[in-house]
T-cell receptor, first 112, second 114 residues
Framework: QKEVEQDPGPLSVPEGAIVSLNCTYS??????FMWYRQYSRKGPELLMY????GNKEDGRFTAQVDKSSKYISLFIRDSQPSDSATYLC????????????FGTGTRLTIIP | KAGVTQTPRYLIKTRGQQVTLSCSPI?????VSWYQQTPGQGLQFLFE???????NKGNFPGRFSGRQFSNSRSEMNVSTLELGDSALYLC?????????????FGPGTRLTVT
């Protein structure tokens, strides 16, 4: 079993819809959580990071962490065709340890 | 501020050869991490360098090695290439300390082993 599980999709939704992307993890030592967006033939781009359980909002994006359930989510409101990309969740253990463990990514397509 | 740069962007090698990839981090960043990305395994951590010292290492064979220079630029080397080494190799830089560790990725080097 992988430490981080992420549904690979693909996921297709109409423009303007709310998108929900999720990851589960098994390592309770993970302390901080990140979401990356990766366009085709590009490196991952950091979208958001959170350190504790709860919600964090940034524009149309909301990251949610539930450490008790070992479950994290990324919500995209008012989705746009430019949001079409692969979304990767990533998790880290502690300070001084830069290693991130990634999910395999969910490919998202927003249909105009 | 310039982003993370990686050279070369594309590389084709044959089995048994060795290859060196280069990464220049964002100015002021002292940590460079390397990842291998493949369709089947996703992103897997190779190693991380901070101030010229390897600080963390993933579960890859010794054929994969790296180093970091005093200007924080980093190189990774793969010796005795195998077909399975074909992948996108990404490097990411961060300030390295203190929290939070926001890692910024370069565009990657696409390595094809034939």
């Amino acid at each position: 079993q992988k430490e981080v599980e992420q549904d690979p999709g693909p996921l297709s939704v109409p423009e303007g819809a709310i998108v929900s992307l999720n990851c589960t993890y098994s390592n309770s030592a993970f302390q901080y959580f990140m979401w990356y967006r990766q366009y085709s033939r590009k490196g991952p781009e950091l979208l958001m990071y959170t350190y504790s359980s709860g919600n964090k909002e940034d524009g149309r994006f909301t990251a949610q962490v539930d450490k008790s359930s070992k479950y994290i989510s990324l919500f995209i409101r008012d989705s746009q065709p430019s949001d079409s990309a692969t979304y990767l969740c990533a998790m880290g253990v502690n300070f001084g340890n830069e290693k991130l463990t990634f999910g395999t990514g969910t490919r998202l397509t927003i249909i105009p | 501020k310039a982003g993370v740069t990686q050279t070369p962007r594309y590389l084709i090698k044959t089995r048994g050869q060795q290859v060196t990839l280069s990464c220049s981090p964002i100015s002021g960043h002292r940590s460079v991490s390397w990842y291998q990305q493949t369709p089947g395994q996703g992103l897997q951590f190779l190693f991380e360098y901070f101030s010229e010292t390897q600080r963390n290492k993933g579960n890859f064979p010794g054929r994969f090695s790296g180093r970091q220079f005093s200007n924080s630029r980093s190189e990774m080397n793969v010796s005795t290439l195998e077909l399975g080494d074909s992948a996108l190799y990404l490097c990411a830089s961060s300030v390295g300390t203190p929290f939070p560790y926001e890692q910024y990725f370069g565009p990657g080097t696409r390595l094809t082993v034939t």
